[in-house]
C-alpha cells in the first residue's frame, strides 16, 4: 500500500504552455464508463486548480478535474498494492491525483469533489485508473467546497 499526501507541491499539473493537453491511457476507464479508453486532460492556466478531462471525439464525455493539493492539503490517499502495481507507480512523484468535480447548480459558490474515488495518474506514462482509496471512511464521495464568490 502507498500512502500519498497532497501538498502544494502535488497542485503543479506540470505540463507545458499555458493551454496544455495530454492525453491520459484509463485501460479500465472510469466508473460508469468502463468504454472510455483514453481522455484528454486539458487547462488552461487561467482556470488553475480546474482543469477538463475530455472524450477526444465531437460532443464526448468532459468532466472537470482538480488536483487537491492547493485547495486540502490534509488529503491523504492510501491506495492499493494492486493498483501501484497496475499504475507502475514507484513513488508520490510519479503520482498525480485527479478528483472529479460535480457543479452545484442551486449553489453557485460550491462545488462537489469525490474524495472516495480520484484518478490516479503515473506522471511518467500517463496511464491513469479511477481507485477507490484504502482509507475511503476518511472522505466523502460529496465532500462540499466552498469556492467563494468566484464559481466556474
Known amino acids: 500500500m502507498m500512502k500519498l499526501n497532497t501538498g502544494e507541491e502535488s497542485n503543479n499539473p506540470e505540463l507545458d504552455g499555458s493551454n496544455s493537453r495530454n492525453k491520459l491511457s484509463l485501460p ?86 469525490n474524495l472516495v474515488g480520484p484518478i490516479i495518474v503515473n506522471r511518467r506514462t500517463l496511464s491513469g485508473k479511477q481507485c477507490i482509496i484504502n482509507n475511503h471512511e476518511d472522505y466523502s464521495a460529496r465532500h462540499i467546497l466552498d469556492v467563494g464568490g468566484e464559481g466556474i
Not at 472529479?100 to 453557485?108: D, G
Open 28 to 113: 479500465e476507464g472510469l466508473f460508469g464508463f468502463s468504454q472510455i479508453r483514453s481522455m484528454e486532460l486539458m487547462f488552461d492556466e487561467d482556470e488553475l486548480p480546474f482543469m477538463w478531462l475530455r472524450e477526444e471525439k465531437e460532443d464526448g464525455l468532459a468532466f472537470v478535474v482538480i488536483e487537491p493539493g492547493g485547495v486540502l492539503p490534509d488529503y491523504s490517499v492510501e491506495i492499493s498494492d494492486a493498483d501501484i502495481n497496475v499504475l507502475g507507480i514507484t513513488g508520490p512523484e510519479d503520482t498525480m491525483i485527479l478528483n472529479i468535480v460535480t457543479l452545484l447548480p442551486e449553489q453557485s459558490n460550491k462545488i462537489s469533489l
